[in-house]
């Protein structure tokens, strides 16, 4: 059974949910690496950590960003996972050196900036002001 396990590869992390819509991973986010700038564009996601000079590049899998992740200033790369919090202001997953996503330990981010919440894509109402009264 454990080289069936192993032959067919197992994908740690979290379960996909459905990404709600109108959230995305765009914008700046504060982690336990700094700062990372993300970009979304449909399921692909890259950006930078700005840690020894790090950068990301990855697949969405729902509400899972599935990464590899390299650092030009000591030459270290590796894989991880990010999922996204169901308000999309926070991520929580694990990173990992070479092919692991896990062994190297957590990786999480808050929400600096970027993206609107799906509260914020909701029409507003907007109120049109009365007519100032005439004049005699």
Do not use: I
């Not at 950006?47 to 729902?62: I, M, P, S």
């Not at 050196?97 to 029409?123: M, V």
Request: aromatic fraction near 8%; hydrophobic fraction near 30%; include cysteine.
């Amino acid at each position: 059974m454990l080289v069936v396990a192993a032959a067919l590869g197992c994908v740690s992390g979290p379960k996909p949910r459905p990404l709600p819509p109108g959230l995305s991973f765009d914008g700046r986010w504060d982690s336990n690496f700094h700062e990372m700038s993300l970009h979304q564009q449909g399921t692909k996601v890259w950006g930078t950590v700005n840690y020894r000079d790090g950068a990301l590049e990855g697949t969405l899998d729902g509400d899972v960003l599935r990464f590899q992740w390299h650092q030009r200033e000591n030459r270290q790369h590796g894989r991880g996972y990010l999922q996204m919090s169901a308000d999309g202001q926070h991520l929580e997953g694990r990173w990992g050196y070479d092919t692991s996503d896990d062994d190297g330990g957590r990786w999480w981010a808050d929400r600096a900036e970027g993206a609107p919440t799906p509260t914020e894509t909701e029409p507003r109402e907007t109120v049109t002001p009365a007519p100032a009264p005439a004049s005699d």
